[in-house]
């Protein structure tokens, strides 16, 4: 059931105390949990969990002929499943808006940064490029599965690993890690979308709170300020005042997410 | 002469895998679970009883149990592109057929139960590791049901009999090849899957069902532990 | 003196107990000479009576059973309510305790509104409400919680105790819905949102005895925490 308007008041005079529910700050963070290497046969994997929201991140590779335009450059392929298992409301199916919009956000922070060195990934010239598979799957959705699947293919894509090449059979041996990392530069994008309820902007809503919220901004940039990719999502206006309140706000947020999991982004191996 | 098969992770033919189970590991469901074999992970997910729609699929005499059953792209070596295909359309049926004799659902005419089934990791037997995560679901859930269903693959490997086939075992070529054979079965003994592909003679597939009916008892075990420890404390 | 059956977790297909002695209750069968549970849940025995008490599932409406529900639609004769359950519920013109006039049903309530309702009936069709009754009608101000309809009884208590131990320790307003809707209204937000904690606190514990204690002692710590807060604020 979505929130009632009721619970909408509330959740919105609360707000304007600068308080919440869970008696999180505006900006904070639910508890952010990640672990690695969670399916075996991805080449990179991460499950994250912020709150009770879940998503499994996975990198596959494989070789293939590299785009016309850019000979030299690996490939990247972000696609997401809005798994029905993680909520009643979606359903079976093929991708729905949300999920495609949510692999293209990924998509465009990663990219825009980028912090995939698609050079590195270039096999031979014009013939044979890294084709870098990024999979996006909602285990249990209570709220800001854009952010979480942020945080899970930053973890994923730093603990991934190239499979072995046999050039001269042209078969990816999937079996044998080469142990060659994957190439990534050292600006991080990350993810942190900040949402307007009322005249509040907050970071990480639940769901009950996700259900109210009137505007969202989506900003994937690094921590000193350099932004790659903004998205504005839901259909109400917002005023310039506010879109710049939240570009600062954003920022300080994103200094915060990057601590919170800056262990995971630079465990040793 | 054929020498015996030894397993490649070194088990012993009647030796399944380390199994784990859990339930709950779904919050927003109505019941959930996750059970693996060894490498083979499977999580289910239970929606239900609800409104059914479209309605003109309704079935006034009872509940409808539907299931679907997906692998994620990367749980296999090669990338499985998004999307329903063949086998999962296959698997995601006998998973119904596997659990249907033992759900009470006439009490629901007009709902509908969805289980949603996933292969996080796949190591071979996944749909068996799926009936058992979507039947830990389904009493998770809440659901009448008259018993709990297990499920095991059963081989024959070359010559040899084994429990829970793994990847190298499914795969297996030589002398008389592979033959998988996946069986669900209730605790009371009752067969509610049986699928078979490769060569055997009937003989040898009575001692495959008397094998599978030995093991069984191993998985519902680990099943039962796995709904009763869920419950925190009780006096 | 004959041992009374230990209450114990059950899963489907389950034996409880044997003997010609025992009676299946609710979400039991006889089987042969044995009483099996059909559901996971809590056996127990009383009177020689076996049942099952249900851990989890959908809630069961039942007439005489008091419900939230939120208004889904208007229609010429009165309003679907949406139960947070698979059967729908409608809310007839003729249960409304005063004139309606046909054409402002939305005045009275509107889609989106929640209220509290009462069964009436439990057809094929679905479920009868009226609002004719103390108690019963629109909800205003406050906010709704929702747990599983399984735990309501133990938020309730015999006869009560739990839920009014909760509402004096809080000082809130709080009506239970049988469908597991929870409204909780108070002066203070603060107070709204420890009733939910306690409450969540309550259906989380569901099986530990002499949990009334357990609930006393938990708001004693919650009151000195938010003391603690507030004095380090000042």
Known sequence: ?269 | MTKEFKRSDGRKPDEIRAMEAKVGVVPNANGSAMFSFGDTIAIAAVYGPKKMHPQHQQDPEKGTLRCKYSMLSFSVSERIRPGPNRRSTEISKITEWALEPVLMIKKYPNMAIDVHINILQANASTRCAGINAAALALAHAGIPMKDIVSSISIGKIDKQLVVDLNKDEEDWEEGEGSTDIPITMTSGGEITHIQLDGRITSKELKEVIELARKVMKEIYEVQKKALKDSVREIK | MKNKIERKIVIPGEGIVKGENYLPGEGTEKKGDEIVTTRYGLAEESNRLVKVIALSGIYQPRRGNIIIGKVENITFYGWVIDLDSPEGAFLPLQEVPKYVDKDRLNDIFDIGDMIVAKIIGVTNRGIDLTIKSRGLGRIDEGIIIKINSNKVPRVIGKEGSMINLIKKESDCNITVGQNGLIWIKGDKIEDELLVKKAIMFVSEKSFTSGLTDEVKKWFEKERTKNKNKKDKNV
């Open chain 1, 1 to 269: 059931m979505k929130t009632s308007k009721l619970t909408e008041k509330r959740i919105k005079e609360y707000l304007a105390e600068g308080k919440r529910f869970d008696g999180r700050k505006p900006g904070e963070f639910r508890e952010i949990s990640i672990e690695t290497g969670v399916s075996k046969k991805a080449e990179g994997s991460a499950r994250v969990k912020i709150g009770k929201t879940e998503v499994i991140v996975g990198i596959k590779l494989d070789v293939s002929e590299p785009y016309p335009d850019s000979p030299d450059k690996g490939k990247l392929i972000v696609t997401s499943e809005l798994l029905p298992l993680s909520s009643p409301r979606f359903e079976s199916g093929p991708p729905k808006f949300p999920a495609i919009e949510l692999a293209r956000l990924i998509d465009r922070a990663i990219r825009e940064s980028k912090f995939i060195e698609f050079e590195k990934l270039c096999i031979k010239e014009g013939e044979k490029v890294w084709a870098v598979f990024i999979d996006i799957y909602s285990i249990n959705d209570d709220g800001n599965l854009i952010d979480a699947a942020g945080i899970g293919t930053l973890v994923a894509l730093k603990t991934a690993r190239l499979p072995k090449y046999d050039e001269k059979n042209e078969k990816v041996l999937y079996e044998e890690s080469s142990n060659k990392k994957m190439p990534l530069s050292k600006e991080i994008p990350i993810i942190v979308t900040t949402h307007k309820i009322g005249d509040n902007i907050l970071v990480d809503p639940t769901l009950e709170e996700e259900d109210i919220s009137e505007v969202r901004i989506t900003i994937g940039g690094t921590i000193d300020g350099t932004i790659f990719s903004i998205q504005k999502g839901n259909p109400k206006e917002i005023s310039i005042k506010n879109i710049y309140k939240i570009l600062d706000f954003d920022e300080k947020i994103r200094k915060k997410v990057f601590l919170n999991i800056e262990n995971n982004l630079f465990k040793k191996d």
